[in-house]
């Protein structure tokens, strides 16, 4: 049965739009109107269209964040990506580690970036759930009455280098360079940051979660489920992704189907400052970044060297039958 974590209360979210001025050389944004709740948000998020996609002034629903982050474990990187059934937009995708922006956080969107990690991204041993550090920031940890925190070996967040245009918030150019898009269908605004995640080397059998608020009734209810982990981790080869994806349980890396898989539209392809899609299937995905999925092994490829041998002698090859 999937644990609950958390309840809260969707009407303490706060968020406001957003007027956003793009040019070739920088994007910025600064807040308008009145904060709205969760609902009213949904409302605004309505499909937008602008003509050239380098230099454009429009209201936007609402400001979004993601995390390109980079786990770190036994000396191997991978992207981590998480499962999530989108309620407003009726489809199930792997995503970013991403959430809403809220109000009084609009001007520091790395803030509420690091507390979607500490919120999304659950990492637990035997001897319990691993807390985390951003430079020298403890994380939250946001579960803290439902499960028990070790107080030592803390993962560590540190900073990757980030994109080449900056964006500002009014006239505060933001820490870290966050890449920035418009998403034209939702009409919002999308920062994501690169960070990379340290796993310390003592902890040991160490297993991956992904944990998301859902919408119920009038509730947003957090729930862990161990039969389904929802986070899932892509190998990374000399920086560059790998066409694989592994959930991982006790230090064991488990391979994951793509069989009808759906990327999230921060894989799509970006024009200017504009992404256009809903979302990307993985296998368009793949041919877009050159990639080729590994191919599966056959059966007999499967067995050791010592079983092909005993399977040969119980098997008579096409040779010998026609002796």
Same mark, same amino acid.
């Given at each position: 049965?999937?644990?609950?974590?958390?309840?809260? !209360?969707?009407?303490?979210?706060?968020?406001?739009?957003?007027?956003?001025?793009?040019?070739?050389?920088?994007?910025?944004?600064?807040?308008?109107?009145?904060?709205?709740?969760?609902?009213?948000?949904? $409302?605004?998020?309505?499909?937008?269209?602008?003509?050239?996609?380098?230099?454009?002034?429009?209201?936007?629903?609402?400001?979004?964040?993601?995390?390109?982050?980079? @786990?770190?474990?036994? !000396?191997?990187?991978?992207?981590?990506?998480?499962?999530?059934?989108? $309620?407003?937009?009726?489809?199930?995708?792997?995503?970013?580690?991403?959430?809403?922006?809220?109000?009084?956080?609009? !001007?520091?969107?790395? &803030?509420?970036?690091?507390?979607?990690?500490?919120?999304?991204?659950?990492?637990?041993?035997?001897?319990?759930?691993?807390?985390?550090?951003? !430079?020298?920031?403890?994380?939250?940890?946001?579960?803290?009455?439902?499960?028990?925190? *070790?107080?030592?070996?803390?993962?560590?967040?540190?900073?990757?280098?980030?994109?080449? *245009?900056?964006?500002?918030?009014?006239?505060?150019?933001? @820490?870290?360079?966050?890449?920035?898009?418009? &998403?034209?269908?939702?009409?919002?605004?999308?920062?994501?940051?690169?960070?990379?995640?340290?796993?310390?080397?003592?902890?040991?059998?160490?297993?991956?979660? &992904?944990?998301?608020?859902?919408?119920?009734?009038?509730?947003?209810?957090?729930?862990?489920?161990?039969?389904?982990?929802?986070?899932?981790?892509?190998?990374?080869?000399?920086?560059?992704?790998?066409?694989?994806?592994?959930?991982?349980?006790?230090?064991?890396?488990?391979?994951?189907?793509?069989?009808?898989?759906?990327?999230?539209?921060?894989?799509?392809?970006?024009?200017?400052?504009?992404?256009?899609?809903?979302?990307? *299937?993985?296998?368009?995905?793949?041919?877009?970044?050159?990639?080729?999925?590994?191919?599966?092994?056959?059966?007999?490829?499967?067995?050791?060297?010592?079983?092909?041998?005993?399977?040969?002698?119980?098997?008579?090859?096409?040779?010998?039958?026609?002796?």
């Amino acid at each position: 049965m999937p644990r609950t974590l958390i309840r809260k !209360n969707p009407s303490n979210f706060k968020t406001l739009p957003l007027f956003v001025e793009a040019t070739p050389e920088g994007l910025s944004y600064q807040s308008v109107g009145m904060p709205l709740n969760f609902a009213q948000t949904l $409302q605004r998020r309505r499909p937008v269209a602008v003509a050239d996609a380098e230099r454009f002034a429009l209201e936007l629903a609402n400001l979004g964040v993601s995390v390109r982050l980079t @786990l770190h474990w036994q !000396n191997r990187d991978y992207w981590v990506l998480v499962r999530q059934r989108r $309620q407003d937009r009726g489809d199930v995708v792997l995503k970013l580690i991403s959430g809403y922006v809220p109000a009084h956080e609009l !001007n520091l969107p790395l &803030h509420t970036a690091i507390q979607e990690i500490a919120e999304e991204c659950l990492l637990e041993t035997p001897e319990g759930w691993l807390g985390g550090r951003f !430079n020298d920031t403890w994380l939250p940890a946001p579960y803290s009455a439902a499960l028990h925190y *070790r107080e030592a070996l803390p993962f560590r967040l540190t900073p990757l280098s980030g994109a080449a *245009r900056p964006v500002r918030c009014a006239n505060l150019q933001l @820490l870290e360079r966050p890449r920035a898009y418009v &998403h034209l269908p939702t009409a919002s605004l999308q920062l994501i940051y690169d960070l990379r995640l340290d796993v310390p080397k003592e902890a040991k059998s160490l297993s991956l979660f &992904h944990v998301d608020e859902r919408l119920e009734g009038d509730q947003l209810v957090a729930r862990l489920d161990r039969k389904r982990p929802d986070l899932y981790l892509m190998p990374l080869k000399d920086g560059q992704p790998c066409a694989e994806l592994y959930t991982l349980k006790k230090d064991q890396l488990h391979p994951a189907s793509t069989r009808g898989l759906y990327l999230a539209e921060s894989f799509a392809q970006q024009q200017g400052w504009l992404v256009r899609e809903e979302r990307i *299937r993985w296998k368009d995905w793949l041919k877009q970044q050159g990639l080729s999925a590994p191919e599966k092994d056959s059966k007999l490829q499967r067995f050791t060297g010592k079983a092909r041998q005993i399977l040969r002698k119980m098997v008579p090859t096409k040779t010998s039958r026609q002796r």
